[in-house]
C-alpha cells in the first residue's frame, strides 16, 4: 500500500512539472507575442489557474490574467454567434448557431472540476429529438416527452451510460427589443449512486447566462448537483435516478438591448466513471412582458392578463400569485407583477413588467373550418352555414375591431362495419364499449380539421360452452379418470391439455383420459377462429390402502359372516397367502394366490373337517398390489360360536 501511495504522488509531482513547463512556454510566447495564444492555450492557462498550479514566473504576471481570460470567453462568444434565433430551439431538427462541446470531469481538494472543454461531440451525447422519440426511456413513474411541451424538436445533452465526463452547449445573440425575454425549458435525468459519493462527486446540470464582459447573470443562472444524502430540490426519485420533469425558466434582458448574451448548458455525470447526467434543453426568445389573451373584453368586460411562464414566483399588485389573472377592464387602468428568475435563492432578482389598458382598434380575418352540424360564434353570433361574414365587435370603448369571417362546413363522414367478438368481451367505437349482439350507431368526435364520424356498427358475440360438471375428482394410484371438454355447439375447435405428458393419453382430444401418479391439476385450452376459453380439473390420487381384515366372524350356518376372508382394494391384484394360527402357533389354514375380497377362498372355522372352538386366531397375508410390489399384513381375529 505504501508503494502504491508513493508511485501515486511520483506520478501527481510528474503530472504537475509538465504542466508548469507547458504554461511557462505559453507565457514566453505572450511575453513577446501575446495575441497569437490559441484557444487550447488560455483553456490550459485557466486549468492551472482553478488548480491553483503555477510556475514561479506567473506570479509576476497575474495582472494578465484576466485579460487572458477575457481574450478566452471572446474566443469561445465569436464561435457561437447566433444571428438568426430561428434555430435557438432547435427546430430546424439540427444544431446550427450552437457550439458543441464534451470532456472529462473530476475532483480534487474535495471540488468538482470540469476538464479541457473539446469542440465537437462524441456519441451521442448531443442528440437532436424529435416527437417521434417519444418518452425518456429510463423514466417510467411518470411520462417525460423527449421534446419540450410546444416543441417540435428539443435536444438532449450528455451521457445516458456512464459517468466521468460533460457534454454542452454553447451559443450568443445580440438582444433586440423584440427578444428580451430568453425563455428556456428543461427536464433532468441524474443517476445517484449507492456506494458513498459525496456530493461534489456527483452528477449535475447547469444553465449559464452571460453578458459581453464574461460575467454571469447570477439571477438567472440554474445549476444543481445531487445531495450526498436525500433529494435534490426540485426532483423526484425513481430507484436509483432522480429527475426533474420539463421545467420552464425566463431570463429578462431588457437591460441588454444591443449587447451579446451568451447561454451555455451543461450535463455531467459522476467523477467516479459510474453514474451518468443527461438533461433534455430547449429554448426560444419572446417579448419581455405581459400580455392581453384577447383584443377585446369579454361581453362581462374583464380581461384576462398573462405574464411570461417560467419565472419561480410572481405577485401582481391586485395580489395574486399566478402567472395568468383576470381583471375588470377599465381603459388606463395599470397593473403590474413582480417575477423573480427561476434559478434565484434571494427575492432580490426580482423584476417587475407593467401593463397599461389601452384603446384598441384593429380588424382580423379568421378562417374557419367547422363540421357538418357544429357552430362557430363571433361575439353574440352563431354561423353554421359556409360563407363570408362581416362582424363588428365594441366594447366598453376599449376595443373596435372588425372580424370577418371565412367560415367553410366540412361534411361528416358516414361508415358501416361489422364486427365479432368473444362473449365477455367489449367492442370499443369512439367513447362506447359494446358486449352485447345488435346494432350500434355512434358519431365518433375528431379535433379540427378533422369531422366527426358516425359509425353503424353491426356487433355479432361468438359463444360456445364447456361441459357443467365436477372439477375436483379423485381416484386410487394405479386407476385411470376421464376428462371432459367437449364444446358446444358442434364446430371445429381445437383442444391442448396440460401437462402434455405421459399421463395424459390423448392431449389433443376433446375427451381424454388420464393416469397420474400424483395429484395433478389440467388445464384444458379450446380455441375456434376467433375465441378462446379455459377450464380445470384437480385430479386426488390416493394411494392404495391395501387390504382390510374382519376382527371377528361366527360361522354358525345362518349365512351371515360365516366366513373369515380379506378385503382388497382395487390395486390389490390378489393374496399371495393367507395363512391362520392356534394359540399354540400351529397352522390350521393356507390358501394360495387366490383373489381379494371373496368369501368362497377363506376360512370357514373347521381344521380337518371338525368345527374349530371358540377363540383368538392368528392371521398372516402376503399382498400382491397391481404394480406387483409384496405387502406383508398380520393381525387377530375372533372365531366366535
Request: hydrophobic content about 35%; charged content about 20%; glycine content about 8%.
Amino acid at each position: 500500500m505504501k508503494e502504491m501511495l508513493l508511485c501515486f504522488k511520483k506520478s501527481l509531482f510528474l503530472q504537475k512539472t509538465i504542466e508548469r513547463q507547458r504554461i511557462t512556454n505559453i507565457l514566453r510566447l505572450y511575453q513577446y507575442q501575446p495575441f497569437h495564444l490559441n484557444t487550447s492555450s488560455i483553456l490550459l492557462l485557466k486549468r492551472l489557474y482553478d488548480l491553483r498550479i503555477f510556475p514561479k514566473q506567473i506570479s509576476s504576471m497575474k495582472r494578465i490574467l484576466p485579460l487572458l481570460f477575457f481574450i478566452l470567453f471572446n474566443i469561445l462568444l465569436s464561435q457561437a454567434q447566433m444571428t438568426d434565433l430561428s434555430n435557438i430551439g432547435f427546430e430546424l431538427g439540427n444544431t446550427s448557431g450552437w457550439v458543441l462541446s464534451y470532456g472529462p470531469v473530476y475532483d480534487s481538494n474535495q471540488q468538482f472540476f470540469y476538464g479541457p472543454d473539446i469542440t465537437g461531440t462524441r456519441g451521442r451525447e448531443h442528440y437532436v429529438t424529435s416527437l417521434g422519440d417519444g418518452r425518456d426511456p429510463k423514466i417510467n413513474v411518470e411520462s417525460i416527452p423527449m421534446v419540450a411541451p410546444g416543441s417540435t424538436h428539443s435536444i438532449r445533452i450528455g451521457n445516458t451510460e456512464t459517468g466521468n465526463r460533460f457534454a454542452r452547449l454553447r451559443t450568443s445573440f445580440i438582444v433586440t427589443s423584440e427578444s428580451t425575454l430568453f425563455q428556456y425549458k428543461f427536464a433532468v435525468v441524474l443517476e445517484n449512486d449507492q456506494s458513498g459519493h459525496l456530493a461534489f462527486q456527483k452528477p449535475g446540470f447547469t444553465i449559464i447566462i452571460r453578458n459581453q464582459t464574461g460575467q454571469e447573470l447570477v439571477c438567472n443562472s440554474f445549476d444543481v448537483q445531487l445531495y450526498k444524502d436525500g433529494t435534490a430540490d426540485g426532483f423526484q426519485s425513481q430507484g436509483v435516478y432522480q429527475y426533474r420533469n420539463w421545467t420552464t425558466g425566463a431570463v429578462d434582458l431588457r437591460d441588454y438591448i444591443g449587447q451579446t448574451i451568451s447561454v451555455e448548458v451543461t450535463a455531467h455525470g459522476c467523477t467516479k466513471n459510474s453514474h451518468e447526467g443527461y438533461a433534455y434543453f430547449d429554448a426560444e426568445c419572446i417579448k419581455s412582458e405581459v400580455k392581453a389573451t384577447s383584443i377585446c373584453p369579454d361581453p362581462d368586460g374583464y380581461m384576462t392578463l398573462k405574464a411570461p411562464d417560467g419565472f419561480k414566483k410572481y405577485t401582481w399588485n391586485t395580489g395574486e400569485t399566478t402567472p395568468t389573472i383576470k381583471v375588470k377592464a377599465k381603459l388606463g387602468d395599470q397593473y403590474y407583477v413582480k417575477v423573480v428568475p427561476l434559478g434565484s435563492i434571494s427575492d432580490a432578482c426580482e423584476l417587475r413588467l407593467d401593463y397599461i389598458i389601452k384603446y384598441q382598434a384593429g380588424t382580423s380575418d379568421l378562417h374557419i373550418s367547422i363540421c357538418d352540424g357544429q357552430k362557430f360564434t363571433v361575439e353574440d353570433q352563431d354561423y353554421t352555414t359556409p360563407g363570408q361574414f362581416i362582424k363588428n365587435i365594441n366594447r366598453f370603448g376599449i376595443c373596435d375591431s372588425t372580424v370577418t369571417l371565412n367560415l367553410s362546413v366540412n361534411p361528416v363522414t358516414l361508415f358501416t362495419q361489422n364486427k365479432t367478438i368473444c362473449q365477455g368481451e367489449a367492442l370499443k367505437v369512439g367513447t362506447m364499449n359494446y358486449t352485447t349482439p345488435g346494432t350500434y350507431v355512434t358519431r365518433v368526435t375528431y379535433p379540427n380539421p378533422v369531422c366527426d364520424s358516425i359509425i353503424t356498427t353491426h356487433l355479432t358475440v361468438r359463444n360456445f360452452d364447456l361441459p357443467t360438471q365436477t372439477h375436483d375428482l379423485s381416484m386410487m394410484l394405479g386407476d385411470s379418470v376421464e376428462l371432459n371438454a367437449l364444446a358446444s355447439p358442434v364446430g371445429n375447435y381445437i383442444y391442448e391439455w396440460s401437462p402434455d405428458d405421459n399421463s395424459v393419453i390423448c392431449a389433443n382430444c376433446a375427451e381424454t383420459w388420464v393416469k397420474p401418479t400424483e395429484n395433478t391439476t389440467y388445464k384444458v385450452t379450446v380455441n375456434d377462429d376467433l375465441c378462446k376459453k379455459e377450464d380445470i380439473f384437480h385430479v386426488k390420487v390416493n394411494t392404495c390402502s391395501t387390504v382390510y381384515a374382519p376382527q371377528a366372524f361366527s360361522p354358525n350356518g345362518d349365512s351371515v359372516n360365516d366366513v373369515f376372508f380379506i378385503y382388497g382394494a382395487r390395486c390389490v391384484r390378489q393374496i399371495k397367502e393367507l395363512s391362520i394360527y392356534d394359540r399354540w402357533g400351529g397352522n390350521i389354514f393356507i390358501k394360495e394366490n387366490i383373489p381379494p375380497s371373496d368369501e368362497a377362498y377363506g376360512w370357514n372355522g373347521t381344521y380337518h373337517g371338525q368345527n374349530a372352538p371358540s377363540g383368538i386366531y392368528t392371521f398372516k397375508v402376503l399382498i400382491e398390489l397391481s404394480d406387483g410390489a409384496i405387502v406383508k399384513s398380520q393381525g387377530a381375529v375372533t372365531l366366535l360360536r
